[in-house]
């Protein structure tokens, strides 16, 4: 009994010796999965017209492998998902721009995507007609925040008689099939988890007021 905190403290000694000199405690710069936006001026929303816009609601790690997060990475990640480039026969009207509170400000999109239905380049052509998921994708590279996160617009659409347009629901619809999608991806490795708090629920400033639940999926994503 008398001797339990003398050994208390020596213990304690021990672990803070351990903590100050272990290697583990060192931290890369911007080795982080990302930056949330709004800290600096930015948005979970893009701008899909001067007032309103569609939810970021997938954000690729910047932990992910780097082979991932560049543009071919990414290509071969999402064409295993089954998405592939867009066709380019069809109008799909004007690019969207984000600013991911990153230095940058707004920045028009890198690259537009929709499904493809197992028939390149005629799948994503098909997918104009027939609806399908469509996503769009920003990179957090700016001075203040460069994390090589990737951020992504995901919806899924009505077919092009509907107008082409987001289907009810479609904003989750299309977060959720394509996290789906990753998970299942061969090749790699992926690990899902939801993060509330950066985008509101409900569909104040969003384009066609299609309601979200206020979801933003982060998936972090290592070649397998
Ligand atoms: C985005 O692209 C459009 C059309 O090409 C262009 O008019 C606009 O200036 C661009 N916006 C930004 C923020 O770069
Ligand atoms: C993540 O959010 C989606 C959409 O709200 C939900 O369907 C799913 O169950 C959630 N997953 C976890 C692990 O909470």
Redesign the pocket.
């Known amino acids: 009994m008398v001797r339990l905190p003398f050994v208390s403290l020596l213990g304690l000694q021990g672990a803070l010796a351990l903590s100050t000199f272990s290697p583990r405690f060192k931290r890369e710069a911007d080795a982080v999965p990302f930056v949330n936006p709004t800290l600096a001026g930015g948005s979970l929303l893009d701008r899909a017209t001067p007032t309103l816009g569609e939810p970021l609601n997938v954000i690729i790690s910047g932990l992910s492998s780097p082979g991932v997060l560049s543009d071919a990475g990414f290509l071969t990640f999402v064409n295993a998902i089954g998405f592939a480039t867009e066709c380019l026969g069809i109008h799909i009207g004007d690019p969207q721009a984000a600013n991911l509170g990153d230095g940058h400000g707004y920045v028009n999109q890198t690259i537009e995507l929709r499904q493809d239905f197992g028939n390149v380049p005629v799948g994503s052509c098909l997918e104009s007609l027939a609806g399908g998921n469509h996503l769009r994708l920003f990179r957090q590279n700016g001075p203040t925040a460069n994390t090589g996160a990737l951020f992504l617009a995901v919806s899924q659409e009505e077919n092009v008689f509907e107008g082409h347009t987001i289907s009810p629901d479609g904003y989750?619809i299309g977060r959720?099939k394509f996290v789906q999608g990753a998970l299942g991806a061969s090749g790699f490795h992926t690990v899902?988890?939801?993060i509330t708090g950066l985008l509101a629920p409900g569909s104040t400033g969003i384009n066609h007021g299609i309601a979200t639940?206020g979801?933003v999926?982060l998936l972090t994503v290592t070649t397998a």
Do not use: E, K, L, S
């Open positions: 989750d959720d899902a988890q939801n639940d979801v999926v």
